[in-house]
């Protein structure tokens, strides 16, 4: 049901189409009258504008439709939205809000993989994060004969002489 009223007659979304019936600046669009009463169908039409909008490299258009998805809260309904956002808030507020945006939604999982891929995005940063930690840390030299003696650097053969 939510792909047709996305696609809308013609079978296929256009710029046109998200701005007259999905993301107008009127009240009566799609988007403002139907999160409240449907809020996952909202959320899986926000998903499919953001996708197809990415996909014409019109990237700041993209980021605008999420903004106005995130502050309907559409992305605590719909995994695939939820994982773009989580992305962004990930890299303005931290991956704290992050991981608490993604666990709200994987709350409420099904057997939906995109539920299996948003899990797989926290493990993946959850572990970058470690590992960023670790290699920032001070390594300690347990034995000195293999340590590089102080101030000796390998020749760089590309550097200009």
Not at 83 to 99: D, N, P, V, W, Y
Request: glycine fraction near 4%; charge should be positive; include cysteine.
């Amino acid at each position: 049901m939510t792909r047709i009223a996305v696609l809308g007659e013609q079978g296929r979304l256009t710029k046109t189409g998200i701005r007259d019936r999905l993301f107008g600046k009127r009240e009566d669009r799609r988007i403002n009258r139907w999160s409240p009463t449907h809020p996952r169908e909202t959320a899986y039409m926000a998903w499919m504008v953001f996708t197809f909008t990415v996909e014409e490299d019109r990237v700041l258009a993209a980021n605008d439709y999420l903004a106005a998805a995130m502050s309907k809260d559409l992305h605590l309904h719909e995994p695939r939205l939820a994982r773009i956002a989580c992305q962004s808030i990930a890299e303005t507020r931290g991956l704290t809000a992050a991981k608490e945006a993604a666990g709200t939604v994987l709350a409420g999982r099904t057997t939906d993989p995109a539920y299996d891929e948003l899990e797989l995005w926290m493990t993946w940063h959850e572990q970058a994060a470690v590992a960023t930690a670790r290699a920032q840390q001070p390594r300690t030299i347990t034995h000195r004969r293999l340590a590089r003696p102080e101030g000796r650097v390998n020749p760089n053969p590309y550097l200009p002489r």
